[in-house]
């Protein structure tokens, strides 16, 4: 009967490793829970049986613990458990020919020292070159790096 309880832990620590690894994120409960039903498990079987059925035990339980993760990593189990999509979108996509240092517009938002401005019909992130620009405000903008658009007010 003692066999059933160690086999038991054994199997349900793997389980618990194996989403330790690949469903929960982190270092949890449950992995710890997994850790500590195998201990428990080859510690019964050390108390129980002896040093020698205990140290094949042990044995056993980290080859069938290296097994079971491999198996399962190898045979993309967790991609059916990840999120799969993907984040492409960009905040501030500026075609050059569109914005040009001297354009004007108008700050949509308070810019403190970021926030939206409209210039030639189009809302971009655009940052203040000197303080704070209230909302409503006409701005100039000096410089364009990339997708980074610095205006000042107009003065």
């Known amino acids: 009967m003692t066999w059933v ?3 038991s832990l054994i199997v349900v620590g793997i389980v618990f490793l194996l989403l330790e690894i690949l469903v929960v994120p982190g270092t949890t409960l449950v992995g710890l ?4 039903m195998l201990i428990a498990g080859v510690v019964i079987s050390f108390n129980h049986y002896g040093t020698q059925v205990g ?7 980290l080859i069938l613990s290296l097994v079971s993760i491999a198996v399962a990593l190898k045979s993309n189990t ?16 500026v ?3 569109k914005v040009t240092s001297g354009d004007e517009g ?7 020292p970021m926030g939206k401005a409209l210039i030639r019909d189009d809302y971009y992130e ?4 000197d303080n704070l620009i209230g909302e409503n405000t006409p701005i100039v903008v000096v410089k364009v790096d990339g997708n980074k658009i610095i205006v000042k007010p107009k003065s």
């Open 5 to 7: 309880i160690v086999l």
């Open 55 to 61: 140290v094949m035990t042990l044995i056993g339980a």
């Open 95 to 97: 075609d050059v020919e």
């Open 126 to 129: 655009v940052s203040s070159k």
């Open 106 to 112: 108008v700050t949509v938002t308070r810019l403190n």
């Open 33 to 36: 829970l997994g850790l500590a």
């Open 78 to 93: 967790w991609k059916k458990a990840m999120l799969g999509s993907e984040l492409d979108g960009r905040v501030n996509v």
